[in-house]
């Protein structure tokens, strides 16, 4: 089974930047896009960006491109999130996420998620 733990969450004023790093287990062997989603209070859980094995990106959203990014290392299993220009809507509990890289599968989708790691928190202050 696999495991995702992240790390690197914390607090922010606007316009700085965090860097997110999630340390993934053996499953990653297999194809799978790896990737982060987020959740606010009030606010269902959103896809940010996620990555292939041969290294294929998808932003979930265009208020991401161009602020983060998504490095992924498959020699050590471990798939990051820089973040740049961080606004206050960007506060939120970000996850690092497993899906299957397979067809017709959407990367952004909660329900396309295979594996969850257990979130870590951003906040960006005004």
């Known amino acids: 089974q696999g495991q995702l733990l992240e790390s690197g969450g914390g607090s922010v004023q606007a316009g700085g930047s965090l860097r997110l790093s999630c340390a993934a287990s053996?499953?990653?062997?297999?194809?799978?896009?790896m990737g982060w989603f987020r959740e606010a209070p009030g606010k269902e859980r959103e896809g940010v960006a996620a990555?292939?094995?041969?290294?294929?990106?998808?932003y979930c959203s265009d208020s991401m491109k161009g602020r983060f990014s998504i490095p992924r290392d498959n020699v050590k299993y471990t798939l990051d999130l820089q973040m740049n220009s961080l606004k206050p809507e960007d506060s939120a509990m970000y996850y690092c996420a497993a899906v299957r890289d397979e067809v017709g599968v959407d990367p952004c989708l909660p329900s396309s998620v295979a594996y969850w790691g257990q979130g870590t928190q951003v906040t960006v202050s005004t």
């Open positions: 053996a499953f990653t062997r297999r194809p799978y896009y």
């Open positions: 990555i292939n094995t041969p290294g294929g990106i998808v």
